[in-house]
């Protein structure tokens, strides 16, 4: 993407979105091309650093007229990757993500509120291995033009609270920091 896209962009909360751009009002697809979920651990009692990504996501998204928001991103769990086959395959395996058993995660996006700081919280519910938590995560919306808008949020999960929590003697970390970057066009 050129430099110049990410100059013209300007962080608003979705209430200004609504309030600048009535037109906002509506619904979205992500935009698979431009979006990415990652994450970090530690592996090796801590000593080493695994970061990975799902190369595989799709969702939508819908605004609406108070300012709220409603949406769901679907990931392939089968499409994890973090640049080592063998690594990955056991990731896959039942000690982890069980793919053959469970073949989505999902993220359901159930509302979102302005703190009196100014910052954006979004609330969703997260269902891996047919387990669901639900948590709120800081989140910043920018508009990049009159049809899309970038949505990047972080947070430190506890992948044992979802039955991910093979840990050979210690070895791998029970907090991972997950993030999305994640764009929306406007469909309708």
């Known amino acids: 993407m ?8 300007q962080e608003l909360t979705v209430l200004d979105v609504v309030a600048s751009n009535p037109d906002s009002v509506g619904k979205y697809a992500l935009m698979t091309d431009q979006s990415s979920i990652e994450f970090k651990g530690r592996s090796l009692w801590g000593l080493l650093r695994v970061r990975g990504r799902f190369t595989d996501i799709s969702g939508h998204g819908e605004l609406f007229e108070q300012g709220n928001v409603l949406g769901e991103l679907i990931v392939d ?18 000690d982890f993500f069980d793919t053959a058993r469970f073949p989505l995660i999902s993220v359901n996006v159930t509302g979102l509120r302005q703190l009196p700081s100014q910052e954006l919280m979004i609330d969703v519910a997260i269902w891996v291995k047919g387990v669901v938590e ?55």
């Open 2 to 9: 050129s430099s110049a896209l990410f100059c013209e962009e």
């Open 77 to 94: 769990s089968a499409s994890i990757s973090t640049g080592i086959g063998k690594r990955d395959e056991h990731l896959r395996s039942p």
């Open 134 to 188: 639900n948590i709120s995560i800081p989140v910043t919306v920018t508009v990049v033009d009159d049809r899309v808008i970038h949505v990047q949020a972080a947070a430190t999960i506890d992948r044992t609270n979802f039955g991910v929590d093979a840990n050979q003697l210690g070895m791998v970390s029970d907090s991972v920091d997950v993030s999305a970057d994640l764009r929306f066009r406007k469909t309708g």
